[in-house]
């Protein structure tokens, strides 16, 4: 991102909102499953000693576990794409 070439980006547990940069969401895609319990910080699962969220209290997992190679290939297409016209 931070040299300007265009990415893709997976997101899981974590919060996509908090982690990830401020980006031109053209350029930067995003792929992830939409579950009800992501980020796993909406469920309150307990934090290690240093306050890191524990994610393997999940027990499921379905924010990747469902993320289908598909999307993301078809995203990186778009990108590569858009590298070739660029």
Request: glycine share 10%.
């Amino acid at each position: 991102m931070g040299l300007g070439v265009p990415t893709v980006t997976g997101w899981g547990p974590v919060d996509r909102r908090e982690q990830g940069a401020v980006w031109d969401r053209e350029r930067h895609l995003e792929v992830f499953h939409e579950v009800p319990c992501a980020p796993c910080v909406q469920m309150s699962l307990p934090a290690e000693g240093s306050g890191v969220l524990n994610f393997t209290h999940c027990g499921h997992h379905d924010c990747l576990n469902r993320l289908e190679a598909e999307p993301v290939v078809e995203a990186a297409l778009k990108q590569l794409e858009s590298l070739r016209k660029g």
